[in-house]
């Protein structure tokens, strides 16, 4: 199994086939417009608009999880991006990443990189800790802007928590790029 076996929604309610975005290099992102980590959706963008062309694909998947922190409509989200950080990269529709309606697609991104989320995370691992323990050393996604880093294969090749910036991955995407 990879991520092309799976079908997401796009905004519009249409299901969407990841085997759409074979042989690209995917980071899946759970997002947020309401976050004290809205402001990575500006190097998001960045990156998209530098690496698009040399194979990479940003999927966004806002999720209303986290602290109500995504209350808007699809549209409203999409607006939202556009507007404020140029986001050009896709937006699908709002999703659960954790519990029992979760997506499939992210419980199997979960499965496959599980993360190593503890102490050296910070403040979010205060926090975590404080208002959700019981996440605490599970597979769930943690927060808003989780990213999940994914081969031309179809491959979940890691995981990066909230609190990794996406020009703390840069590298890690030159390098699958190339």
Known sequence: MTTYDFTVTTPGGTPRSLRDYAGRVLLFVNVASKCGFTPQYEGLAALYRDAAGRGLEILGFP???FG???PGTDAE???FCSAQYDVTFP???KIDVNGPAADPLYQYLR???????GPDSGMLYDHVKKTRPEAIGT???KWNFTKFLVDRDGSVVRRYESTVTPEEIRADLDAMLD
């Not at 499965?111 to 989320?117: L, Q």
């Open 63 to 65: 999720c209303n999880q």
């Open 68 to 70: 109500g922190q995504e």
């Open 139 to 141: 597979a769930e996604v």
């Open 91 to 93: 937006l699908f529709s």
């Open 77 to 79: 989200i999409a607006d």
């Open 111 to 117: 499965v496959e990189a599980p993360g190593d989320f």
